[in-house]
């Protein structure tokens, strides 16, 4: 069954660390995102890529890096983690269509201690 | 810029009651939009779609929304809600088709009274 898996589930880090939050998909998508969720913000979007080899920056990507290195895999990494990036992350797949509809992954709880 | 916004954060209604949830974007152009819905502890699943045509969408599990330009509207409804409904609900918006890329507004969440 065609999925969107992340990894991991839950994650607590210190203050300055890095952390790496990972996402694979089974779908074939070209497209892949990744967003953080907070209360009153509903999602926002952090980066996105079309393809392996590719990323772009999406509406707020400071202090996140990301890499796609293969068309299965998109990554979110926090070089220096600070506490307001505590939140729920999300990575979510689609086609390369017009107006695609985006299939999500189960989401990452990442607290910065 | 684009923008959604959905006015009500929380939204309570008895099982078998009928809901609406509502949705406003502001969009230059023609809007394709989007309502999809967060169960407890799971991503986002898409309930419908609208692309423009026939105003009134149908989704998933008996859910319809209906597109109105004039009000630039997008809201949901469903004619009974199950206690399985409970759910944060969002409304979003496609900003470009070649990115894809959508924005979402801020949730509603829906609880159903027994």
């Known amino acids: 069954e065609a999925a969107v898996t992340q990894s991991p589930r839950n994650k607590v880090a210190v203050t300055g660390g890095k952390v790496t939050l990972s996402c694979n998909q089974t779908?074939?998508?070209?497209?892949m995102y990744w967003y953080r969720q907070d209360t009153g913000h509903g999602l926002r979007l952090i980066h996105y890529s079309y393809g392996a080899g590719s990323t772009e920056k999406g509406d707020i990507p400071d202090g996140y890096k990301a890499s796609r290195p293969s068309q299965e895999n998109f990554s979110l990494i926090l070089e220096l983690a600070t506490p307001s990036q505590t939140s729920v992350y999300f990575c979510?797949?689609?086609?390369?269509?017009?107006?695609?509809?985006?299939?999500f992954g189960p989401g990452t709880r990442l607290t910065v201690l | 810029a684009q923008s959604v916004t959905q006015p009500d954060a929380r939204v309570t209604v008895s099982e078998g009651a009928s809901l609406q949830l509502r949705c406003k974007y502001s969009y230059f152009g023609t809007p394709y939009l989007f309502w999809y819905v967060q169960y407890p502890r799971q991503g986002l699943q898409l309930l419908l779609k609208y692309y423009p045509g026939d105003p009134v969408v149908q989704g998933v599990n008996g859910f319809e929304a209906e597109f109105s330009k004039s009000n630039s509207s997008f809201h949901l409804r469903k004619a009974s809600v199950h206690w399985s409904d409970w759910a944060v609900y969002f409304c979003?918006?496609?900003?470009?088709?070649?990115?894809?890329?959508?924005?979402f507004g801020t949730g509603t969440r829906l609880q159903v009274l027994p």
């Open positions: 979510a797949s689609g086609e390369r269509k017009n107006y695609a509809e985006q299939f």
């Open positions: 779908n074939n998508h070209n497209n």
């Open positions: 979003a918006v496609s900003m470009n088709a070649n990115t894809n890329k959508v924005v």
